[in-house]
């Protein structure tokens, strides 16, 4: 019994949100926050890095023509027609990372286009 509440335990803490966020002093900043949010809880980051990165995304736009009526008089009696529409979109990426001094491990945080987008873990600070 004591071993499935450990196990249970484990699972609740490795899927909860929190463990995404990252803590200074008595805030969190979490996935999903804006830049200012962050700058606000958190201060002056050690290093930023600023670039664009250029995406593709594809977008489907389609429609259909029915024969008849709708209301199913003529079931399966549509033609399907589409047009599929690649788009190139520029994100803004910038990186940061916190010095919390020797004690605390590094933090890398990637924003991009003004949210935060990921946190990472990095070695010791000095």
């Known amino acids: ?5 450990l196990t249970f335990l484990l699972f ?3 899927f ?5 966020a990252l803590r200074c002093g008595h805030e969190l900043v979490d996935l999903g926050d804006n830049k200012e949010y962050v700058f606000n809880k958190c201060g002056e980051p050690e290093s930023v ?6 995406r593709g995304a594809s977008n489907f736009a389609n429609g259909s023509r029915y024969f008849g009526n709708r209301s199913g008089q003529y079931p399966g009696a549509s033609i ?7 788009v190139e979109v520029d994100v803004l990426v910038e990186e ?3 010095d919390f001094g020797r004690r605390r491990l590094q933090q890398y945080l990637r ?5 935060l987008k990921e946190i990472k873990t990095l070695g010791r600070g000095d």
């Open 49 to 54: 890095d600023t670039h664009i990165e250029r």
């Open 16 to 20: 909860s949100q929190a463990i995404f």
């Open 80 to 86: 399907a027609y589409g047009q599929q529409q690649y």
């Open 111 to 115: 924003f991009e286009n003004g949210r």
């Open 96 to 98: 940061w990372i916190y």
């Open 1 to 5: 019994m004591k071993h499935i509440k």
């Open 12 to 14: 609740a803490l490795l």
